[in-house]
């Protein structure tokens, strides 16, 4: 499928149109957030049931390494554990 440029600059219009309803729809997003988290704190609870929803907001962990403490035990070749993944990326400018 190959399009004309007229038609990729319509894509890219309609491209950052689209992003900017995006970025609109996540800042809504994050304040209804604020907002449930709020209501969980305030009450000191940490599961809520309502007629159409489990709400849980509890503490989770996550285990990370820290490349600098390993470089210290291991020296500074740390080539043999690294994983290196490729990709292609989208910019539009």
Do not use: H, W
């Not at 449930?36 to 990370?64: C, F, H, L, V, W």
């Not at 600098?68 to 080539?79: R, S, T, Y």
């Amino acid at each position: 499928m190959c399009i004309t440029k007229k038609e990729l600059e319509s894509k890219v219009q309609d491209y950052r149109s689209l992003k900017a309803m995006k970025a609109e729809l996540e800042d809504e997003l994050s304040a209804i957030e604020r907002s449930i988290i709020d209501y969980m704190t305030e009450n000191g609870i940490d599961t809520e049931i309502i007629d159409t929803a489990k709400i849980t907001y509890k503490p989770q962990s996550r285990t990370t390494l820290d490349k600098e403490k390993l470089a210290d035990i291991l020296g500074d070749d740390l080539k043999p554990f690294e994983k290196v993944s490729f990709f292609n990326v989208l910019r539009v400018k």
